[in-house]
């Protein structure tokens, strides 16, 4: 079973609505990360959040984790149709050996 | 694409023959990694390099091997294709330490098994 699970699984929005998705895990963490994915395209590191921290920012992306839950949010303000992507978390584990483990991902269609 | 190259880009090959796929990067950086992703898996660790010739297994290895005999290549070999190894390949690098940073990925190769 995987480390991280997104919830929910897919998610349509009108452009300007905000966008929230949520992701759980199961062990401890180092950090984690969420990444964005364009149709047929590598993924890109959107945001890192350690696991002393709460929240963090960056631009319209904010992010809180959770360390008690195991969980983490993603929030996408002022949506945009460019926003339209796969969403997906990844957690970094002690001892893991700097590698990460993804979820199943949040695939996101904005309307314009 | 973060300096990251992958060849080929699309790979049509027929059950039971080798396929090699490459990875290069020009950032220098020390760990390399290679995923595959499958419709309802997300991204499944195949493979890792920690440094040139130093390789590790990840989370679906069987019937995958891996190559780094220099910092900027890392190859992934499909000893004998199957029909479940049709997937999207990528290959993602990263220069964080003992902490798991942020990694880049490449643009992916599209194989198909046939």
């Known amino acids: 079973s995987q480390q991280g699970e997104e919830d929910p699984q897919a998610l349509s929005i009108q452009e300007g609505e905000n966008a929230t998705m949520n992701c759980s895990y199961k062990t401890s963490i180092n950090n984690l990360q969420w990444y964005r994915q364009n149709s047929g395209r590598g993924l890109v590191h959107l945001i890192l959040?350690?696991?002393?921290?709460r929240e963090k920012h960056s631009g319209r992306l904010r992010v809180t984790l959770d360390t008690s839950k195991k969980s983490s949010s993603l929030l996408i303000t002022a949506s945009r149709a460019a926003d339209t992507a796969s969403y997906f978390c990844a957690t970094d584990v002690p001892a893991a050996g700097n590698k990460l483990t993804f979820g199943g991902g949040t695939r996101v269609l904005v309307k314009p | 694409d973060a300096g990251i190259t992958q060849s080929p880009r699309h790979k049509v090959t027929e059950t039971g023959t080798p396929v090699t796929l490459r990875c290069h990067q020009t950032?220098?950086?020390?760990?390399m990694y290679w995923y595959r992703q499958d419709p309802g898996h997300g991204l499944r660790l195949i493979h890792y390099s920690y440094g040139v010739k130093d390789t590790d297994k990840g989370e679906v290895s069987d019937g995958y091997s891996v190559s780094r005999s220099k910092t900027e290549d890392f190859l992934l070999t499909l000893e004998s294709a199957t029909s479940s190894q049709t997937s999207v390949y990528f290959c993602a690098i990263s220069e964080s330490g003992r902490e798991g940073g942020e990694q880049f990925f490449g643009p992916g190769t599209r194989l198909t098994v046939l």
């Open positions: 959040i350690r696991s002393n921290e």
């Open positions: 950032e220098n950086h020390r760990y």
